[in-house]
Structures are given as C-alpha cells and as structure tokens.
C-alpha cells in the first residue's frame, strides 16, 4: 500500500495476477458467471457496511441529542441576556464582538441577498420597465446543435467530435419477486 498526499486516502495498486483468457464461448460464459457471483457477493459486503455504518451513526446521533439540546438553549438565553445588554457590551454600537472570560459573544451582519420567486414574472416585468441590466444572458456552446450538424463546424478550430466504445460485462441476474401473491 502507498499513501500519498493525505495518510487517510490509501492507494492500493493491484498484483500482477491476471486471469486465464478464455478460449471458448464456453469459458467466457463461466467467466461471466464468475464476474455476476462476485458482483453480489461485493454488493453484500457493501450493504453490511451500509447497515453496521447505519446502526453506530444511529447511536451516536442519539448520545448527540442531549448535548445538541443543551447548547441550542444555552446560546438561546446568552443571546437573550445580550440583547438585553447589547448597548453596554457593543460600547454603543462601536463593535460587534464582546469578550467574556469563556469565549465571545459577537453579532454579525450577513451579507445581502436576493431571492427571487415567479422568476417568469419578475424577467417579464423587468424587461417591460427597461431593466434588462438587470437580467444575465449566458452564452455557451450548443452541444447538442452541434451533434445533430456535425458537417457544419468541422472545420472550427477547437471543436472536436469524439465517440469511445466500452466493454461492458452484464451478468444475468433475477429478481425475487416482493412476495407471494394470492
């Protein structure tokens, strides 16, 4: 195993074991098999981690609960006792941050921001009144157009058309059905 960069992402290069080559369509198919069987053997590995992953984060969220609780109320009932004492502690609005023998208190002001809702109606409106700085036209490169008039931009420096083929292998495999029916 090598690490590289980051000691928690372990990079595992594989051995030099290769398979048998098929020599047949007979052998090709086992070899498939083989491939299916140890794609659900892989996919139940992984929903056992998935369960046992499901279960500690479980049990943890529920020792975090009393904890999570405690500190929404506390911070609720500082913010009230600062709010009360806001001018005193701010020196009247001179700063926003107090420092108490434990930590700080401080008050932020967000950034701005817009929301908008019926965005069709606002462009409409916007538009009608001549406000159409106020509206952002993008422009990029129709891939699609292109794909269906490819002769049209062959000779476009910088655009490109390419198409790869993978080998995918596809095992046969069967649902159980949800249960009996009657």
Not at 62 to 87: F, G, M, S, Y
Request: proline fraction near 5%; aromatic fraction near 4%; include cysteine.
């Amino acid at each position: 195993m090598t690490a590289r960069s980051n000691p928690r992402k372990v990079r595992i290069k594989a051995g030099t074991s290769y398979a048998q080559v098929p020599q047949d369509a007979q052998e090709a198919s086992a070899a498939v098999a083989e491939i299916g069987a140890a794609t659900r053997e892989l996919r139940h590995i992984e929903a056992d981690m998935n369960e046992a992953l499901a279960k500690i984060k479980e049990q943890f969220e529920i020792a975090a609960a009393l904890p999570r609780e405690r500190i929404d109320i506390l911070t609720k009932a500082v913010q009230i006792w600062a709010e009360a004492n806001r001018d005193a502690l701010t020196q009247h609005g001179k700063v926003k941050t107090h420092d108490l023998p434990a930590g700080q208190i401080c008050w932020r002001t967000r950034p701005p921001s817009v929301r908008v809702t019926g965005v069709d109606a606002v462009l409409d409106f916007l538009r009608r009144l001549g406000l159409s700085r106020f509206i952002r036209t993008k422009e990029e490169i129709n891939r699609e157009a292109i794909l269906n008039e490819p002769e049209a931009v062959s000779f476009v420096p910088g655009i490109s058309i390419s198409q790869a083929e993978d080998f995918v292998v596809s095992p046969f495999e069967i649902e159980l059905s949800q249960g009996v029916t009657e």
